[in-house]
């Protein structure tokens, strides 16, 4: 009697959460916060602690469903046999959608920027921002090279980055990237000694990653609220006149951007067989929440519930690549740094021909490596990169991207989300369960 | 033998007169005199050699031709404290100029945002600094990056090879040759010259200190976009005020003046003064 009670009311909280998380409802309260934004009232900043608030709700069960999510896949495909298939499937769509986004995001504000460039009055605008934003020198160097500050140890760059040299450490230090690592080696060594032992814990695992998910459940429940809290002041912190100064940026950012993010779902559709539209509504929710949060990895759990339960999209795939592809493929630092760096070409009046542009594109793909583990601000750092082989200053474009950062940060963030989601729905795309109407059903 | 004693007189005479203090003989205004505090508070008159352009923060003309600025009240100050009037000598055609009144003899004081170096200090004392001034760099953006291919600008600024503006009779033409010894020192007339050639591209970088570097660009924040500043930690310029050589009394009492005084100039102050904001 008491189970089916609490069956009951986990039932009932699934339905409201599906009930609250309609489309209708998200796309209700990303247009008040964006209104809520633009309009820069005082009380707007007020909400910033709710949503700092809903953001460390989600973060509680975010290592432990990856440290249980992530053995579990890599059981399931060492145990299917499938693996090899699996991850040469990855690999390959991975590598195509790289080059798309590439290709896009060097194409389209190539052809923004060949039909529009700063007249004085903007340069003079963008020099106030940055006068104004970089209220402090740009370089300091010391003639003495022994005044020179110490670099970082290599151990905090690159590859290293990656080694869990203490799964502790890096649990308590919410170092997600080291933590999927291990899980990832770990998970492999699970299943190697449950072949000889014939002992695992993996039933365990899998409670965990139940209860974390039922978690994810009740959280789920505030989205909207999640929604408005999160946009609404990072919106206002962007001033119309900033905002003005820096459309040259803003505009094929957006632009390809919203491209990009509509090209998913699409292309998701198809390979899913299923429509466009039903596909948008349901992914929209991991969207939203990537957008609201600037968090990817806070987005796993709910897009992996997403494409497993609503496209019922095969869980392998999914669970195998997308903790780990979103945690270091980043499709939106990509478009960011390649456009960035156009803008920047174009201020400083520095022309770009096809072979720039390809190279523009490699380096921006290495680039967005080496922001692996890092986010917010610190991510802006590797863009020097891509900007120094060029004979651009890394030092004009930071002051003026982190202006525009709270904005360009949401949609990072949310076409890391939703590239890496496609990338397992077309790796998986022939292990999709139809319907018995051949179509994804409803959620 | 009188013959030889008129000649014997004149050749001590002689003597005696080439043989003269060599204070005494580079004070034409006083001589006889040595120039220390006594001296001035006597002739109940400090004079205060400065630039006769002016040094926005530091000391401009009004539009009525009056002397204003920190250096100016600093220089009153200074002498209300010695019980004289103030006369300022107005018409130092460089900073080096300044020095030169007062080793020359024409000045006891000189005050003229001058900084502390080795040429100066074998012709006048130093008094201790009224402000500390991290040296800078003024730099086209393009040219310093496309000379340091690829790696930051602070590595190719370090070991500058380019053309540096700098300007004439400044302490900054002695500090362009010791700290950028393969670089090209173009010395301007002065610094809206300076910055003009930087701009026409005839040199990459200027050279001075923090202060005037950031004040280019808070007055004229477009030129953001095309100029970069870069300060170099390890080199100061001591903002001093000049004393003739023989005064150490005026010296330390000028000292004592400037340590009570302390905190009077600080940088954000004198970005943020309204004696700052002509532009360039």
């Not at chain 1, 156009?342 to 523009?360: K, P």
């Amino acid at each position: 009697m008491k189970a089916a009670t609490i069956f009951g009311i986990d039932n009932s909280l699934k339905a409201l959460s599906r009930s609250i998380n309609r489309p209708v409802i998200t796309l209700t309260a990303i247009v008040l916060a964006l209104v809520l934004g633009a309009m820069r009232l005082p009380f707007v900043q007020y909400l910033r602690p709710v949503g700092d608030f809903y953001v460390a709700l989600l973060q509680i069960c975010v290592l432990p469903f990856l440290l249980a999510t992530i053995p579990l896949a890599v059981r399931s495909a060492m145990a299917s046999g499938s693996a090899p298939g699996v991850i040469r499937s990855l690999i390959f769509w991975v590598l195509i959608t790289v080059v798309a986004v590439a290709a896009v995001s060097a194409i389209i504000p190539s052809l923004f920027f060949r039909y529009s460039s700063p007249d004085e009055r903007m340069v003079a605008n963008i020099g106030a921002l940055l006068g104004r934003s970089a209220d402090t020198v740009d370089v300091e160097f010391a003639i003495d090279a022994r005044h020179v500050p110490e670099n970082k140890s290599a151990s905090d760059f690159g590859i290293f980055a990656l080694i869990p040299t203490n799964v502790f450490a890096s649990l308590s230090s919410n170092d997600s990237v080291r933590v999927l690592v291990f899980a990832a080696i770990f998970g492999i060594g699970m299943v190697l000694t449950e072949r000889n032992s014939g002992h695992s814990i993996f039933d365990a695992l899998r409670h965990i990653q139940a209860v974390c998910v039922l978690i994810f459940d009740w959280f789920s429940l505030l989205v909207p609220i999640g929604i408005v809290t999160l946009v609404a002041p990072q919106v206002a912190l962007l001033g119309p006149d900033a905002f003005k100064a820096l459309t040259l940026f803003a505009y094929p950012f957006f632009i390809a951007g919203a491209l990009l993010l509509l090209a998913g779902p699409i292309i998701c559709a198809f390979a899913l067989r299923a429509s466009p539209f039903h596909v948008f509504g349901v992914w929209l929710k991991p969207l939203m929440l990537a957008a609201s949060t600037r968090n990817s990895l806070i987005c796993v759990p709910l897009a992996l519930e997403t494409l497993k339960n609503d496209l019922k999209v095969k869980e392998e795939p999914c669970d195998l690549y997308l903790p780990i592809g979103i945690a270091t493929i980043r499709f939106g630092t990509i478009l960011y740094f390649v456009i960035a760096t156009l803008f920047v070409g174009i201020l400083m009046g520095r022309q770009f021909n096809l072979h720039d542009l390809a190279l523009l594109a490699v380096f921006s793909v290495g680039a967005s490596f080496a922001t692996i583990g890092v986010s917010g601000l610190a991510a802006l750092a590797p863009m020097a990169i891509v900007l120094r082989p060029f004979g651009l200053s890394y030092e004009v474009a930071v002051p003026l991207m982190i202006i525009i950062d709270p904005l360009a940060d949401m949609l990072r963030t949310m076409l890391n989300v939703g590239l890496n989601g496609m990338v397992a729905v077309l790796a998986a795309a022939r292990s999709v369960v139809p319907t018995s109407t051949g179509r994804v059903p409803d959620s | 033998m009188f013959l030889r004693s008129i000649s014997g007189t004149l050749a001590l005479l002689i003597w005696i007169a080439l043989s003269s203090p060599p204070a005494i003989a580079q004070s034409p205004s006083r001589p006889g005199l040595p120039r220390d505090l006594q001296s001035i508070v006597d002739a109940k008159v400090l004079r205060v050699a400065i630039t006769r352009f002016d040094l926005p923060s530091f000391h401009v003309r009004g539009a009525d031709g009056t002397l204003l600025g920190p250096e100016i009240e600093m220089a009153q100050q200074i002498g209300r404290a010695l019980g004289v009037k103030v006369e300022f000598l107005d018409n130092a055609a460089s900073f080096d100029a300044v020095v030169d009144f007062i080793a020359e003899g024409r000045a006891d004081i000189g005050i003229s945002k001058l900084s502390q170096t080795y040429n100066r200090l074998m012709r006048v004392r130093f008094s201790e600094p009224y402000v500390t001034l991290r040296h800078a760099l003024l730099f086209d953006r393009r040219a310093i990056a496309r000379a340091a291919g690829g790696h930051p600008p602070a590595a190719e600024l370090q070991r500058y090879k380019g053309r540096l503006s700098v300007i004439a009779g400044s302490a900054y033409v002695d500090f362009a040759h010791r700290n950028f010894p393969n670089a090209t020192v173009v010395e301007a007339r002065d610094w809206d010259t300076a910055i003009a050639s930087l701009l026409g591209g005839q040199v990459d970088a200027v050279y001075r200190d923090e202060f005037e570097i950031r004040r280019v660009l808070k007055n004229k924040p477009s030129l953001n976009v095309q100029l970069g500043s870069a300060v170099i930690v390890d080199q100061k310029a001591l903002l001093s005020i000049a004393i003739c050589d023989t005064c150490s009394k005026l010296q330390e009492f000028i000292n004592y003046h400037i340590g009570v005084t302390r905190g009077a100039f600080t940088l954000n102050e004198l970005l943020n003064s309204q004696l700052g904001k002509q532009v360039q």
